[in-house]
């Protein structure tokens, strides 16, 4: 199984962002993909996630009502659509697919990773 983060850059307080996370392998055996961030000096943190069949999502508080998160299976990927972005919103933001339901917001729980796409907000 591999998971690949883009989309990330630089973006004005306010703009938005799509992250994309494709994936390839055997992944219909799995069942939750999680979008986490790691800032600097700070712990990675769970961002959100989605379930396989889509019937069970996250979201972290700091983030809730302005990231979506969808998935398409046809291309086996999953989309993180960030807005209204806050300089906060800052970090590497990382995708990783687990066997877990429902998905989870605890890194510990997910077993393959994607390497980060890097999001930063600044004027």
């Known amino acids: 199984v591999q998971l690949q983060a883009s989309g990330g850059g630089l973006v004005q307080p306010g703009g938005s962002l799509r992250l994309s996370c494709a994936t390839s392998g055997f992944i219909s055996y799995y069942y939750a993909i999680g979008w986490f961030r790691q800032a600097p000096g700070k712990e990675r943190e769970g961002v959100s996630c989605t379930a396989t069949s889509g019937d069970n999502t996250y979201y972290a508080d700091s983030v809730k009502g302005r990231f979506t998160i969808s998935r398409d299976n046809a291309k086996n990927t999953v989309y993180l659509q960030m807005t209204s972005l806050k300089p906060e919103d800052t970090a590497v933001y990382y995708c990783?697919?687990?066997?877990?339901?429902?998905?989870?917001?605890?890194?510990?729980?997910?077993?393959?990773w994607g390497r980060g796409t890097e999001v930063t907000v600044s004027s």
């Open positions: 990783a697919i687990g066997t877990i339901l429902p998905c989870s917001s605890r890194g510990s729980e997910y077993d393959y």
